[in-house]
Nanobody
Framework: VQLQASGGGSVQTGGSLSLSCVAS????????MGWFRQAPGKEREFVLG????????WYGDSAKGRFTIGRDNAKNTVYLHMNRLKPEDTAVYYC?????????????????WGRGTQVTVSS
């Protein structure tokens, strides 16, 4: 399975963006999917994750109350909807997938990574 994230762009503070992660070469069924981000000079940070079973989700601190995640296995797509964006949300956003992920926030548990998409929030 190959992943490709898209939908990044530039917005002003308070704006919204929706990112998509499309899988090719296989199905996302059974995969736990996560969104991570990395800002310049900072470590990669977990944003949100969603399991395939029961659509259970896990929110990183930065996402609570502002971001939501969804998936459509029929379209092999995972979404990240971001609202009330802040300048500190500026980063490259990556989607990731893994089977048997136990700890959502642990990047090493995901073995499929897409190229990132840049999100820039201006004040």
């Amino acid at each position: 399975v190959q992943l490709q994230a898209s939908g990044g762009g530039s917005v002003q503070t308070g704006g919204s963006l929706s990112l998509s992660c499309v899988a090719s070469g296989g199905s996302l069924r059974g995969y736990t999917m996560g969104w991570f981000r990395q800002a310049p000079g900072k470590e990669r940070e977990f944003v949100l994750g969603i399991r395939d079973s029961y659509d259970s989700t896990w929110y990183g601190d930065s996402a609570k109350g502002r971001f939501t995640i969804g998936r459509d296995n029929a379209k092999n797509t995972v979404y990240l909807h971001m609202n009330r964006l802040k300048p500190e949300d500026t980063a490259v956003y990556y989607c990731a997938g893994g089977m048997g992920v136990e700890i959502f926030t642990r990047a090493s548990e995901y073995d499929r990574w897409g190229r990132g998409t840049q999100v820039t929030v201006s004040s």
